[in-house]
């Protein structure tokens, strides 16, 4: 499945689902309708809780929460929660969501499924706090469910970030990076549990193919992503043939072992 931060973007390959997106608050007065016959499910909006995404106040998104639920029903979408940066490091967001919600209409804002982003580092994570290692990243998504009910979890974006480096010099702790190794660890650490856990409902790779155009790939960048977060080789680019990187390769060879029944 594929979705997009950007209105009107359909996917490249015409047999993969697509999953719009109101990324914003003003993306609900701006409704490309055509995205959305075809579609199962409507995402809410990115990472309200930073300043640097869709950055919506959660009174305000509670307040605008009614318009979209009324267009999950009118396309007969299941809907998803505001997918936060962290479901941990965005508690107080949250927190402030469901009073805001409940003071509206006296309950929780209605939604199918909760929504979190998850950048952890892999282990051995020596240096980092705990709430930044791969041994907390499930308990952050059960968490997260058990906080609505059971309901599972999607998360829409994980990786091991750019940015973890200054966590560990901001602990007085040598710089480590998110090297294509570590990516693969974190891949090869997390795929199984994440697989295994009934409270996570769906789960994308943060990014499928690095462009190089809109970031900086230098390790002092204080960014996300890097190209070695990339699933394509770097140097392809849309419309042209695209080559699985050695993460690509791991992430998409991985299989779940079934037990007989």
Request: aromatic share 12%; charged share 15%.
């Amino acid at each position: 499945w594929k979705t997009s931060c950007a209105d009107g973007q359909r996917p490249t390959v015409p047999t993969m689902e697509y999953v719009p997106q109101i990324w914003g608050k003003n993306r609900l007065t701006n409704i490309n309708a055509s995205l959305f016959p075809t579609a199962k499910y409507l995402l809410a909006f990115n990472e309200p809780d930073k300043q640097g995404s869709s950055h919506v106040d959660p009174e305000l998104a509670a307040e605008l929460w009614p318009n979209m639920t009324q267009l999950a029903q009118r396309f007969r979408l299941q809907l998803v929660g505001p997918c936060v940066s962290n479901a941990g490091g965005a508690a107080g967001w949250l927190n402030s969501f469901d009073a805001a919600c409940v003071a509206r209409t006296g309950k929780q804002c209605a939604f199918d499924f909760p929504c979190t982003h998850a950048y952890f580092f892999p282990e051995p994570c020596d240096g980092l706090p705990s709430w930044a290692c791969a041994r907390s990243m499930m308990a952050m998504i059960q968490g997260l469910s058990r906080r609505y009910g059971g309901k599972p979890v999607w998360i829409t974006e994980w990786a091991c970030p750019k940015w973890i480096a200054h966590v560990f010099t901001d602990n007085g702790h040598p710089a480590q990076y998110c090297d294509e190794a570590r990516q693969l660890a974190l891949v090869a650490q997390m795929l199984p549990q994440l697989d295994a856990a009934d409270y996570v409902f769906r789960y994308s790779w943060d990014l499928n193919r690095w462009t190089g155009l809109a970031w900086s790939d230098g390790p002092g960048s204080d960014v996300v992503l890097a190209s070695n977060n990339s699933l394509l080789s770097p140097r392809d680019y849309p419309g042209y043939p695209s080559t699985l990187t050695a993460l690509g390769q791991a992430y998409g060879s991985y299989s779940i072992a079934c037990a007989d029944a």
